[in-house]
């Protein structure tokens, strides 16, 4: 009897979904994902959990919304609990490894692995603390450092994003010939900043030739209250001028063919092992990158360009040069996992909101079904909730107005319909029906509440405020190298 297939997922950090050359980007240059893509399918709309590392890396772990499993923030990283899908694969025989970044708390807890190769958890097992004091925002006095490490040049992250790679090559030989079922998770850190690029990956890119950033020459700056709350926290953008925002760009995309080039080492010693015929490869991003849009930089805010993310599979099952348009989200790679091995789920995996990957690969469009992205971190003063289906994207602010973009009339989401257009039929049918679509999966109020609640308890068990403040400010999270350091 033929075994069920290995499954290789491979995901990079801070990676939009528009660049890459099979999403249409004009500039950037992915050989390698645009391979992937034209020898499977491409989700066109798919979404992170939360635009922000740890609550998203906890929600894949456990195929659930970040509401439910309770790591609101960076600094309360998943531990173990609830039970992991990886965890799952392992216990039912399927040898299942990490290799690279987790964001996790620590290896000490079961996060599911039979080996963590070269892990990356949060700093000290606590993560970014200053991000739970979200009552009277603080100074954030990092934010300086996004634009002073844009340059030429190899970076911690670049040198660890190496060795990962060569981990994986290494984990992958090591499969040739085996009949033993498996299941790899390979996380790199790249393109996520420092915004420092190797030499030769930089010069594929001339900054006088990079894109604008959305809204750039108007300098576009959304109307509403959270929105500044995060660019006042956040403050990056005051940082770049013309020319440092074409540098910066460079640097990203450079940074991006880096990955791609990362990528593709992983994919050939697939090949090489001669299992790649038996196994579906999936790339996905935790999150995006705003690169300048509409005045933002990094994540934390729920634009296409920030909680939108790539997402490409391909291998056996699924179909072929085929564009899905369909909401996705990164819960579905815990049913994607389930699927693709035949590990069959508990009871509570039944009540998971995941779909597998490869069932809407193979499946008619459904514009009904709708995604939750999620933000409960550090520059926002309250909840917020993005539900997208169909052409809407509706984002609820928790005591505040919200938005209502309609992405085919307005892709790059510069008219918010509920302020612009707020006695329109349209704008006022959608409005209720995000409503009522959010209001089906949780209580935005009450969740809010218990986030806060939550969040004071973990600011207490840290010794206060000035603790939070004081602890663990940096912009990224430093290697494990690095760690191990200090």
Request: aromatic share 10%; with cysteine; proline share 6%.
């Amino acid at each position: 009897m033929t075994r069920a297939p290995n499954i290789l997922i491979i995901i990079s950090d801070e990676h939009r979904k528009d660049a890459m050359g099979c999403a249409g980007h004009p500039i950037v240059k992915t050989p390698n994902l645009d391979a992937l893509a034209a020898r499977g399918t491409f989700f066109a709309n798919a979404y992170t959990p939360s635009p922000m590392c740890v609550p998203t890396r906890a929600a894949i772990a456990t195929g659930d919304y970040v509401h439910k499993t309770g790591n609101w923030d960076s600094a309360t990283p998943y531990n173990g609990t609830p039970r992991s899908w990886m965890r799952q694969l392992r216990d039912a025989g399927v040898e299942t490894v990490s290799i690279g970044k987790l964001h996790f708390r620590s290896s000490d807890d079961d996060n599911g692995f039979s080996q963590e190769i070269l892990p990356m958890h949060v700093v000290g097992g606590i993560g970014w603390t200053i991000g739970l004091l979200r009552e009277t925002l603080p100074d954030y006095d990092s934010a300086a450092e996004l634009a002073a490490d844009v340059g030429v040049g190899d970076s911690s992250y670049t040198d660890y994003d190496l060795d990962i790679t060569k981990a994986a090559e290494d984990w992958l030989a090591g499969k040739t010939g085996s009949d033993q079922p498996w299941a790899a998770f390979v996380s790199l850190v790249s393109p996520h900043y420092p915004l420092t690029c190797p030499k030769a990956f930089y010069d594929m890119y001339d900054p006088a030739l990079m894109d604008l950033p959305v809204g750039y020459e108007d300098r576009f700056s959304p109307d509403h209250e959270e929105l500044r709350n995060l660019a006042g926290f956040f403050d990056y953008d005051r940082y770049f001028d013309e020319q440092k925002m074409r540098e910066a760009k460079a640097a990203y995309y450079g940074l991006t063919s880096f990955m791609d080039h990362c990528v593709g080492r992983v994919l050939t010693a697939l090949e090489k092992n001669g299992q790649a015929e038996n196994t579906v490869v999936v790339y996905v991003s935790d999150h995006g990158d705003m690169m300048g849009d509409q005045g933002f930089w990094t994540k934390q805010v729920m634009y296409e360009q920030s909680a939108g993310v790539p997402m490409i599979m391909a291998g056996p099952g699924v179909p072929k040069g085929r564009r899905v348009e369909t909401a996705t989200s990164l819960v579905d790679l815990a049913a994607t996992a389930r699927d693709v091995t035949e590990v069959a789920g508990d009871d509570a995996s039944q009540a998971l909101p995941g779909v597998s990957l490869r069932q809407i690969a193979n499946s008619p469009h459904d514009k009904d079904r709708a995604v939750l992205s999620e933000y409960h971190d550090g520059g926002s003063t309250t909840g917020t909730f993005m539900l997208r289906w169909d052409r809407w994207k509706y984002v609820h602010y928790v005591g505040q107005e919200p938005q209502l973009f309609d992405l085919i009339a307005d892709p790059n989401e510069l008219y918010n319909l509920a302020r612009e257009r707020p006695n329109n039929p349209d704008t006022i049918t959608a409005l209720a029906e995000g409503a009522r679509r959010l209001n089906e999966i949780c209580d935005p109020e009450a969740l809010n509440a218990r986030c806060f609640a939550d969040q004071k308890r973990r600011i207490q068990e840290l010794g206060g405020e000035e603790a939070c403040l004081t602890g663990y400010q940096f912009n990224h999270t430093p290697t494990p190298g690095e760690q191990a350091k200090q």
